[in-house]
């Protein structure tokens, strides 16, 4: 990268991390006139891309509602984003991206030297938003970014199946998120499989559980990475409990649970070699987690 590209990129502005109503980590962001979203700048370190260089990401703003959950920067993408840069630099072959959001962990992807990556999401504006900030950003692109739209909870087992994949178990629906013949032999190479904040309700945290486990097992043995938060939800009585039992404050996780206690057996990662690389948009709680499946 070129100085006078550095240049255009660097921001001296410091950024520090807060919290919108509910609780969650919201990344410092600028409103830009005109525009029906805000701009979260994700600033990266001298020495990781080039001296100040950043990504400027949008964000909608303040949409927090399961529905559109993708159109938010979540402390896990950030996190994900650090383990990439720390560990896989130059290690990335074909990617798959599940529930990409923003797009933000498949533009990181693609710098650090993945061949083609694949940012897959089920809602449209999602997608439309992940397009957006991909072309605003092509300078730090290395390689083909394809934006797909893949719903876990509609696409059946044969699109996760990448060993005998064909474009029809692909093809839901039409438009410029569809899938494209040339897609299914890139996608039969993926090597490494993210997933950042995608566990939320049990139903489907159950079928993505499926899916992962048949991603697993495809002749690749693709590498997944999931970064989540282990949201911790308030019941007087536990789910499925006695209609008479006495009423007793419990703290439960359900979809975290489902994940972690799941056929896939995933292993927690050590962060210890992890740099806080983004410590000025987000704080790395104990309840925010990273899980490997080889």
């Known amino acids: 990268m070129a100085d006078d590209d550095c240049e255009e990129a660097r921001s001296d502005v410091r950024l520090a991390c807060v919290a919108d109503v509910d609780g969650d980590l919201e990344p410092p962001r600028r409103v830009v006139r005109g525009s029906s979203v805000v701009r979260a700048t994700v600033r990266v370190p001298p020495g990781v891309l080039c001296h100040g260089a950043s990504f400027a990401v949008s964000q909608a703003p303040g949409d927090t509602t399961v529905a559109h959950a993708g159109l938010t920067v979540w402390p896990a993408a950030l996190l994900l984003c650090e383990h990439l840069v720390a560990h896989h630099r130059g290690r990335l072959r074909a990617v798959l991206e599940l529930g990409a959001g923003t797009g933000l962990c498949s533009l990181m992807a693609s710098w650090l030297g993945a061949s083609v990556t694949f940012a897959t999401d089920a809602d449209v504006k999602s997608l439309e938003l992940c397009s957006e900030n991909l072309a605003q950003n092509t300078h730090w692109l290395k390689s083909d970014v394809r934006v797909r739209k893949l719903d876990w909870l509609r696409h059946s087992a044969r699109a996760f199946d990448l060993d005998h994949l064909e474009i029809e178990d692909l093809q839901l629906d039409s438009g410029n998120f569809a899938w494209r013949p040339d897609d299914v032999q890139h996608l039969r190479e993926v090597s490494v499989v993210l997933a950042a904040d995608v566990f939320y309700g049990i139903e489907s945290a159950h079928v993505l559980v499926e899916k992962l486990r048949q991603l ?28 008479d039992a006495p009423a007793r404050p419990q703290m439960l996780a359900p979809a975290y649970d489902v994940f972690v206690q799941s056929a896939l057996c995933p292993q927690r990662v050590d962060l210890t070699n992890t740099p806080h690389l983004f410590s000025e948009l987000y704080n790395r709680e104990p309840h925010l987690e990273l899980w490997r499946i080889n």
């Open 216 to 243: 697993s097992q495809c002749s690749q043995k693709p590498t997944i990475l999931v970064a989540l938060e282990r949201r911790l939800n308030f019941y007087l009585a536990p789910p499925g409990s006695e209609p």
